[in-house]
């Protein structure tokens, strides 16, 4: 991201990562949640820099992957879960009680959007990307 962009929030830029940092940065975190047979997916409230989802972390959550969890699924635990955990980071910084926990992320953790290859193993695993039923 731009330093420019950068300064114009004094307290700092935050994001909702969907994906449990540092274990899933990138883009699409729940399609490789899944891909990959995580237990776990999570959310992330991170403040941003000038490096894709490395800044200090302000808050996180892990849930579980459950058997049938789809695409769809795990995006809606996501929104769930990291409202939450934005409205309390967006108070600790406004209040400066915040503690930040250091991002390690590093590019072996880096996903990026699948390829089509990638798609065909998650529907041949028998992933979902909603459930009709």
């Given at each position: 991201m731009k330093r420019q962009l950068l300064e114009a929030a004094p307290q700092g830029a935050v994001n909702l990562h969907g994906g449990y940092l540092p274990d899933f940065l990138g883009?699409?975190?729940p399609f490789w949640n899944l891909l990959k047979g995580a237990t776990h997916a999570g959310c992330t409230v991170h403040f941003v820099n000038e490096d894709i989802d490395a800044g200090a972390i302000l808050k996180c959550e892990q849930f579980p992957v459950a058997a049938d969890d789809t695409l769809l699924s795990l995006?809606?635990?996501?929104?769930r879960h990291g409202v939450t955990l934005l409205v309390?980071?967006?108070?600790?910084?406004?209040?400066?009680?915040?503690?930040?926990?250091?991002n390690s992320s590093t590019p072996e953790n880096y996903n990026s959007f699948p390829s089509r290859d990638d798609r065909a193993r998650f529907h041949a695993a028998g992933h979902k990307v909603l459930s009709l039923g």
């Open positions: 883009v699409f975190s995006y809606e635990k996501i929104t309390t980071a967006f108070s600790e910084v406004e209040d400066g009680t915040f503690r930040t926990i250091r």
